[in-house]
């Protein structure tokens, strides 16, 4: 977040209580307000302002606020760090109808749910020793996976190559064919820093359950993130040989979460026609 201090006209009259309005959420720098309705994305970043009036000046014509701003999820989670700053402004007579304005970016975390999220605005006038806060709802649709208490695999379907967004109705495929499993892996346990430390690979098996062939190295997820990652996105495939014969094959994807010393697997059956 880099916050901008900004001042432009406005009314103001010092009698007023401090308070902190005109809350604006904008999906670009300077847009127009979004509706609370409006749905954003995960992985984006939000564009917030709002105003403050009703502030107190010293007998030297001067203004002392101190502000934070911090984002929340549903659950009252931090989105990402707490930003504090202070505000200190000479503000004449000619100027005394000029009101802050406070000005950020909020990055929304790429991995998190669906649900209504929240801004929290907070300042103190450092003059008068008065505080105000604000909330400023706003909704995310995100990927959703159904929670876990330990170790999962939600979601997993075939597809036809790596970039489809939608799975296949009906796993079927022919020799030469790349075949696409991806799958949601959540229910993991968490390091400092919300460290997590996931392994995942496959094997193929036959109809009778015969292993025909396993990765050798497991494809391997070591991060840290501020706010905890609800789930691991995955994906594995393989290319179907001129030789196969036609008939039915399991893939099945073995995960390890090393931190919480968890193992897990899911089987998703496809066809060689």
């Known amino acids: 977040m880099r ?67 911090q984002a929340f999820d549903p659950k009252g989670v931090p989105l990402v760090e707490l930003f504090q700053h202070e505000i200190t402004e000479e503000v004449t007579p000619q100027d005394k109808d000029w009101m802050p304005k406070i000005q950020t970016e909020i990055a929304i975390p790429p991995l998190i749910a669906s649900g209504t999220y929240k801004i929290m605005v907070k300042i103190e006038d450092l003059v008068a020793k008065t505080q105000a806060e604000i909330s400023v709802p706003f909704e995310v649709r995100g990927h959703d996976v159904a929670p876990s208490d330990q170790l999962a695999v939600r979601n997993f379907h075939f597809f036809r190559s790596e970039d489809d967004a939608q799975p296949l109705e009906k796993a079927a495929y022919r020799a030469g064919d790349a075949v696409w499993a991806k799958f949601d892996i959540t229910g993991f346990r968490y390091g400092q820093n919300n460290k997590i430390a996931i392994s995942y690979g496959m094997s193929v098996l036959d109809s009778s359950g015969k292993v025909l062939w396993k990765q050798p190295e497991p494809n391997m997820e070591e991060t840290e993130s501020f706010y905890p990652k609800l789930y691991l996105p995955a994906a594995l495939s393989i290319e179907i040989q001129p030789d196969v014969r036609p008939g039915q094959y399991t893939i099945a994807a073995e995960v390890k979460d090393a931190i919480g010393n968890q193992t897990t697997e899911a089987k998703g059956t496809f066809t060689v026609e």
């Open 3 to 69: 916050p901008i201090l900004i001042f432009v006209s406005a009314c103001s009259l010092f009698g007023a209580p401090l308070a902190i309005v005109r809350p604006i959420v904008s999906d670009s720098d300077g847009g127009a307000a979004l509706p609370a309705s409006f749905d954003h994305r995960p992985g984006e970043t939000l564009f917030f302002s709002c105003r403050v009036t009703g502030y107190q000046k010293t007998p030297e014509e001067k203004i002392h606020l101190a502000y934070s701003v």
